[in-house]
């Protein structure tokens, strides 16, 4: 089974700096915390900026998306604004990748914007519980159908098996109609208990105040094809980079 693992390395603080310290190995499938942890279990790693802590850590990957935690603690004597919607990465060391597919890499990956992302699932949601409460026309013009048969079979001189075949009919096809409403309440459902837990985690705009911290999750469109990520986080408009490698294994 193909995966994916992260290994992280904080970059230096000039973006002009080749090393990096020692590698942290990130786990692909942590288990997902109650709440946000203090430290995730896979590597976080620190850096301290003019008395404010900036910890990064890996979560997971998700089918479209890679997750990461952020978390800001303000130790200095001044406010700090902390906007996950100015977190980008940029994918690096893409050229052995690219030669193997046409697909043309985004040149940054901009972070999914909380507020945005909140309302997405929100609409997603009301499309769903729409669609599990609706009478479409379809179904309407199956039930006149059945009426009409019914109707015109009164004339008809049908047989036991006759009767028991439209009947059986008519079940399958109301079954499959109200299937269709269980599946998209079944797709509601699924879409409100991750929104209630994306709205729970999720890291959102804030000023911190001296001794103030932030913490939560910051999710970022997937880019498979780069060896290596620089994942910038901003506090007062400040960038500060963290570098990821991305390696494929079996």
Known sequence: MRRIILV???????????????????????AWPDTPGEKSQSAVFDKYIDSVEVAVGFV????????????????????????????????????????????????????LAPEQYLRKLT?????????????G??????????????????????TDAQIAERDQRHQDENAAFDGLRETHAGQADQIYDQRQIVERFLLRRDTLRTGQRALGYVHFPRTDAANRLRLV????????PFDFTQQRGK
């Open 8 to 30: 992280a390395c904080a970059a230096g603080l000039s973006w002009g700096l080749a090393g990096c310290a020692p590698s942290y190995l990130l786990a692909i499938q942590p």
């Open 60 to 111: 997971r990957y998700e089918k479209t998306e890679l997750i990461f935690q952020v978390e800001v603690i303000n130790d200095s004597h001044q406010a700090v604004v902390v906007a996950p919607e100015t977190f980008y990465y940029i994918p690096l060391d893409t050229s052995a990748v690219v030669a193997s597919t046409t697909a043309a890499l985004p040149i940054r990956v901009d972070a």
């Open 233 to 240: 986080i901003f506090f007062n408009e400040r960038p500060i």
């Open 137 to 158: 026309f379809l179904e309407i013009l199956t039930t006149v159908t059945h009426v009409v048969e019914d109707v015109s079979s009164i004339k008809k001189q049908e």
């Open 123 to 135: 609409d997603q949601l009301n499309e769903q519980v729409a669609k599990s409460e609706k009478v």
